[in-house]
């Protein structure tokens, strides 16, 4: 009953390295999406998929990108991190439709030196 | 633009004491609102949604929720707390098709012998 699986669980990097966080869901679930949580804002929304081969931006997009080649799998990129970009990162999935329940990954705890 | 404000950041009370997590929303457009729950380290979880219908929303772990369009509010509410629902709570607001959620800032609970 795996769900949504985030790797790795915690990360440090140096600024300007860059590293892949990694989503996956086994719910066939087209929608899925990138959430920061940082204190005292609540989750922002970086990028979202309603399907294989379709991305867009959220509200928080800038130093991210982002694919989606699979229906299961949906990878976040940092090209070259920030140490704004110190963050918990929480990846998503749902059945799409506004009124159905998101599914949570554990959290990639990032910090950037 | 469609927005979310919880109305306390914090909330210390005592087992078996009732409790109440407010929450006010914006938005112009019919709404589907939710509230998440977040134990420590881990991802978020769903308590309840609003969708449509009756107002009065029941969830897991003896939650529930009021859904009041006037005020544009929906507060969560409990009875009767246990030290095991120290925990931060999102409200969320789903908004623009497909799963977009809107969260609030969190109200952390802390539950106290």
């Known amino acids: 009953n795996a769900g949504v699986t985030q790797t790795p669980k915690f990360q440090v990097l140096k600024t300007g390295q860059s590293m892949t966080l990694q989503c996956a869901q086994d719910?066939?679930?087209?929608?899925m999406s990138w959430y920061r949580q940082d204190p005292g804002m609540g989750l922002r929304l970086i990028h979202y998929?309603?399907?294989?081969?379709?991305?867009d931006q959220g509200e928080v997009p800038n130093g991210y990108n982002v694919s989606r080649s699979t229906t299961e799998d949906f990878p976040l990129r940092l090209l070259s991190a920030a140490p704004s970009q110190t963050s918990v990162y929480f990846c998503?999935?749902?059945?799409?439709?506004?009124?159905?329940?998101?599914?949570f990954g554990q959290g990639t705890r990032l910090t950037v030196v | 633009a469609q927005s979310v404000t919880q109305l306390d950041s914090q909330v210390p009370v005592f087992e078996e004491a009732p409790v109440e997590l407010r929450c006010n929303y914006s938005?112009?457009?019919?709404?589907?609102l939710f509230w998440y729950v977040q134990y420590p380290n881990q991802g978020l979880q769903l308590l309840l949604k609003?969708?449509?219908?009756?107002?009065l929303v029941k969830g897991i772990n003896g939650f529930e929720a009021e859904f009041n369009k006037s005020q544009t509010s929906f507060h969560l509410r409990k009875p009767s707390v246990h030290i095991s629902d120290t925990a931060e709570y999102f409200c969320?607001?789903?908004?623009?098709?497909?799963?977009?959620?809107?969260f609030g800032a969190g109200t952390r609970l802390a539950v106290h012998p």
């Open positions: 998929s309603v399907g294989a081969g379709i991305t």
């Open positions: 719910m066939n679930h087209e929608y």
């Open positions: 938005s112009s457009v019919s709404v589907y």
């Open positions: 998503a999935s749902s059945s799409g439709g506004m009124n159905t329940e998101a599914f």
């Open positions: 969320a607001v789903s908004s623009g098709g497909y799963n977009k959620l809107i």
């Open positions: 609003y969708l449509s219908g009756s107002t």
